[in-house]
Nanobody, 115 residues
Framework: QVQLVESGGGLVQPGGSLRLSCAASGIIFSLYDMGWYRQAPEKERELVATITSGRNTNYADSVKGRFTISRDNSENTVALQMNSLKPEDTAIYYC?????????WGQGTQITVAS
């Protein structure tokens, strides 16, 4: 059974930082491209950042320079370091695992940026 379990969400003030982590099980983690997506109220889910099995990274323009995605294949985890958070970063953040034939999603974790 595949599980992606996110942690690290919460409430943070504008300008603050948070670190999200996603622990994967049930997959050969090193073979999967991993990513973070988010969905704000009344908006569609959007890509935040991805990291391939070869550790190539890609970021949404809105988070470039503020967010950093990383992976630890020995721990089967992917992290998202979020700095300089803005109110518009408020959303549910989802972990994603993708191979050529399969895509899996975590249950999501809420990030609220407010003073």
């Amino acid at each position: 059974q595949v599980q992606l379990v996110e942690s690290g969400g919460g409430l943070v003030q504008p300008g603050g930082s948070l670190r999200l982590s996603c622990a994967a099980s049930g997959i050969i983690f090193s073979l999967y491209d991993m990513g973070w997506y988010r969905q704000a109220p009344e908006k569609e889910r959007e890509l935040v950042a991805t990291i391939t099995s070869g550790r190539n990274t890609n970021y949404a323009d809105s988070v470039k320079g503020r967010f950093t995605i990383s992976r630890d294949n020995s721990e089967n985890t992917v992290a998202l370091q979020m700095n300089s958070l803005k109110p518009e970063d408020t959303a549910i953040y989802y972990c994603n695992a993708r191979s050529r034939f399969r895509t899996y999603w975590g249950q999501g974790t809420q990030i609220t940026v407010a003073s």
